[in-house]
């Protein structure tokens, strides 16, 4: 499969170190909500880096809260990422926003957010994803489809739509603490935009780098 010949052109915008917000979480949250307003489908992915036996890791996970210090998103403590994360808590995200030529890397390090806000947050799932959450045992092996169902319906049984479903004990929230952010804006003749933010000394520094 030949794919030299893929090309494209980029000229949505440009990336102005004098006019970005200093603070790079409101700038990223400016970016996030211009892409919001688009309606893209899973416009909140964002594909998360964990290091495990020195080997890295990617998956897609969802952003489910920008705050002032961070990003949070929810797993399994349990699973690969969060055993990979009980290890080394660095942690890498990327953010692709195709239809506005844009990129963002937010590196830094991870801490669990307190149990009763992930459980605040877990009462507003969907029942069917309650019950997922309670039901898998997130990247243990399993014989087959039939037993994961099996898994599944025993739980729905149990706790049948309209009851509470307890918000397992290995289940909850990581908190990203940025130490690194790089924002990328697509420009002509492939010299896009980059400009990346440093936190050194609780001070945010600012520097353009080449393309």
């Known amino acids: 499969m030949d794919l030299h010949n893929i090309r494209e052109s980029y000229n949505f915008d440009s990336l102005d170190i004098d006019k970005v917000n200093r603070d790079p979480l409101i700038q990223f949250k400016t970016w996030f909500e211009q892409y919001k307003s688009l309606a893209v489908k899973d416009y909140n992915a964002m594909v998360v880096s964990t290091v495990h036996d020195n080997l890295p890791e990617n998956r897609i996970v969802l952003l489910k809260e920008i705050r002032e210090n961070g990003l949070v998103f929810y797993t399994n403590y349990q699973s690969a990422k969060g055993k990979a994360l009980a290890a080394n808590p660095n942690i890498s995200a990327l953010f692709f926003w195709r239809e506005q030529e844009r990129q963002v890397r937010v590196s830094g390090q991870v ?32 014989a087959s489809r039939e037993a994961l169902e099996e898994k599944f319906n025993a739980f729905t049984s149990k706790f049948p739509e309209g009851s509470t479903v307890p918000m397992p004990d290995e289940w909850g929230g990581y908190l990203i603490q940025p130490t690194k952010f790089e924002f990328w804006q697509g420009r002509e003749g492939r010299l896009h935009d980059r400009l990346v933010f440093s936190l050194e000394s609780n001070d945010w520094l600012i520097q353009r780098i080449q393309p």
Do not use: H, M
């Open 111 to 142: 801490v669990k957010i307190p149990p009763f806000e992930s459980k605040q947050y877990f009462a507003t799932r969907p029942y069917l994803s309650q019950i997922g959450a309670a039901a898998s045992e997130q990247s243990e092996p399993i």
